[in-house]
């Protein structure tokens, strides 16, 4: 029964934890044609330090199908080439959380680890995205030109975003893991 309740549990956060990124991503964000600013990523690290890597991954997975489907693009052929990217932040910080536990010290209490892990996973997020919109360009024969003059400012934008996120999820886990809430679940 243990199992199953630990398992419910962390079903449902990881859920809640979807359904907030498709709300900061959808709703609370900045966009422009060369510059996109938001705190979708919060949920995903958020989920990576609680849960794994895989469980982060599945909550970056599914909630940028959920935002690719409801977006002006709908489903077409290269929807898959825009919902992974978002997970190598999680493989990352997930990866970086679980050897951290296992050191004794979680990587939400080495603060220049935790921007380094999330900082890392930002620029290989846009690298992933950056090899998206090259591969979309070859699928619909447009020009990746315009893509590489933006490129700096992606990067820019990605690691002040990780660096913010982290600063927020330090002290959120800490509070998560005082609070006892993670324990409801069997951990």
């Known amino acids: 029964m243990k199992t199953t309740r630990s398992t419910l549990h962390t079903l449902c956060a990881l859920s809640l934890l979807t359904a907030m990124m498709v709300l900061l991503k959808m709703t ?12 979708a990523s919060l949920p995903i690290v958020l989920a990576a330090m609680l849960f794994g890597p895989l469980e982060g991954a599945a909550v970056a997975v599914l909630g940028e199908f959920i935002v690719q489907v409801n977006g002006p693009y709908g489903l077409v052929p290269t929807t898959f080439l825009w919902i992974w990217p978002p997970a190598i932040r999680a493989l990352v910080v997930g990866s970086a959380a679980l050897w951290f536990r296992r050191t004794g010290l979680p990587l939400e209490r080495r603060p220049a680890a935790c921007c380094t892990v999330c900082v890392l996973g930002a620029i290989l997020t846009t ?12 699928f619909y024969r447009t020009s990746f030109a315009p893509v590489l003059f933006i490129t700096p400012g992606r990067y820019v934008t990605g690691a002040v975003t990780a660096v913010l996120v982290a600063a927020v999820c330090m002290p959120l886990m800490h509070l998560l893991r005082r609070s006892g809430i993670l324990d409801a679940g069997g951990r």
């Not at 609370?28 to 705190?39: A, C, E, G, M």
């Open 28 to 39: 609370l964000s900045i966009q422009t044609p060369y510059f996109k600013f938001n705190f």
């Open 127 to 138: 690298t992933g995205n950056t090899v998206g919109m090259w591969l979309d360009s070859l």
